[in-house]
């Protein structure tokens, strides 16, 4: 049975707040990330994602390595803490979201290196036919 399992941070990225959804499917992490700007209140994050869920963009997956649950309430508590002394909170998280926004960051550079030699040729073919006009005389 493949177990599939999606979790919210929110948290105070000066000057907004955010909400980082990472979702856990088949072994591999997603991530989406959200600006609040104010702080959120609990009925406004549930509001937004049961309004909005469907329309995040998750990052493309990445490995990630399984969770094992911790037998007691402090116990979890103690690994919790554990994990963010030694990783701060969303460290995967973190580096999802830079990946999908470096291919979005090459996306955009490649299109608009296109769209300026397309005008560069548009505007090399206005010259030349510029150019034949003045040469066949009147």
Request: hydrophobic share 35%.
């Amino acid at each position: 049975m493949e177990q599939s399992s999606i979790t919210l941070t929110v948290l105070f990225d000066a000057p907004f707040w955010v909400g980082i959804f990472e979702r856990v499917e088949g072994g591999e992490l997603a991530v989406a990330k959200v600006t609040f700007g104010a702080e959120p209140s609990d009925p406004e994050v549930l509001d937004f994602v049961l309004g909005h869920f469907c329309d995040l963009k998750f990052s493309p997956p990445v490995a990630a390595e399984a969770h094992r649950v911790a037998e007691s309430p402090k116990r979890r508590q103690r690994a919790a803490r554990r994990q963010v002394r030694e990783s701060g909170i969303g460290t995967r998280s973190q580096r999802a979201l830079q990946a999908q926004l470096e291919a979005a960051k090459s996306e955009r550079k490649r299109e608009g290196k296109e769209l300026r030699e397309a005008e560069e040729r548009r505007k090399f073919d206005l010259r030349q036919a510029k150019r034949r006009e003045k040469r066949r005389g009147h």
